[in-house]
T-cell receptor, first 112, second 114 residues
Framework: GDSVTQMEGPVTLSEEAFLTINCTYTATGYPSLFWYVQYPGEGLQLLLKATKADDKGSNKGFEATYRKETTSFHLEKGSVQVSDSAVYFC???????????FGAGTRLFVKA | NAGVMQNPRHLVRRRGQEARLRCSPMKGHSHVYWYRQLPEEGLKFMVY????????ESGMPKERFSAEFPKEGPSILRIQQVVRGDSAAYFC????????????FGPGTRLTVL
């Protein structure tokens, strides 16, 4: 079945460090790919998306490129801030396009 | 433009009671989805509804759980005779017509069963 694998957290970085959170997935066909962010005690916010191969999604300094050949959608940011501390979920659109698949998420701590 | 609204934000129930969780989708959105998040886990799909129709309920437990999205008013997720294992965060999402994969999430309802 469809699934997603993210690097395990927590990831702890100092402010202004470079961030990479790896994500690979298995899915039927070529689903849209999403990154969501969950701040403490809140719901999920859509961070960025890509709908087809080689698309790059970007928002708030975060980027991810849809790599069909490696079935990956790694999240990157050049310079993290303390306010980026949250849990990040890589989420392929699942069966039928609406059963979004979520992994356990990667918790990020950014130290000042 | 208000986002997806859920209430209550926190709900405490004793074993055997009923829990009702409400979700109002974003304005103009006609698709509603419910997900459950257990502690330290990702979200798991439960059910997908459109107005007055359940489109897919493959993620719903077969007993005690039901969902509706009436013509008027919010979507309701109902859990009868709650047990401790139902304690979780329940998130509602909505999407506009034709974009089922782009879902906007509400803040969630955190259910605690004592």
């Amino acid at each position: 079945g469809d699934s997603v694998t993210q690097m395990e957290g927590p990831v702890t970085l100092s402010e202004e460090a470079f961030l990479t959170i790896n994500c690979t997935y298995t899915a039927t066909g070529y689903p849209s790919l999403f990154w969501y962010v969950q701040y403490p005690g809140e719901g999920l916010q859509l961070l960025l998306k890509a709908t087809k191969a080689d698309d790059k999604g970007s928002n708030k300094g975060f980027e991810a490129t849809y790599r069909k050949e490696t079935t990956s959608f790694h999240l990157e940011k050049g310079s993290v801030q303390v306010s980026d501390s949250a849990v990040y979920f890589c989420a392929p659109g699942g069966q039928g396009g609406f059963k979004t698949i979520f992994g356990a998420g990667t918790r990020l701590f950014v130290k000042a | 433009n208000a986002g997806v609204m859920q209430n209550p934000r926190h709900l405490v129930r004793r074993r055997g009671q009923e829990a009702r969780l409400r979700c109002s989708p974003m304005k103009g959105h006609s698709h509603v989805y419910w997900y459950r998040q257990l502690p330290e886990e990702g979200l798991k799909f439960m059910v997908y509804l459109q107005k007055e129709n359940i489109i897919d309920e493959s993620g719903m437990p077969k007993e005690r759980f039901s969902a509706e999205f009436p013509k008027e008013g919010p979507s309701i997720l109902r859990i009868q005779q709650v047990v401790r294992g139902d304690s979780a965060a329940y998130f509602c999402a909505s999407s506009p017509i034709g974009m089922r994969d782009t879902q906007y999430f509400g803040p969630g309802t955190r259910l605690t069963v004592l």
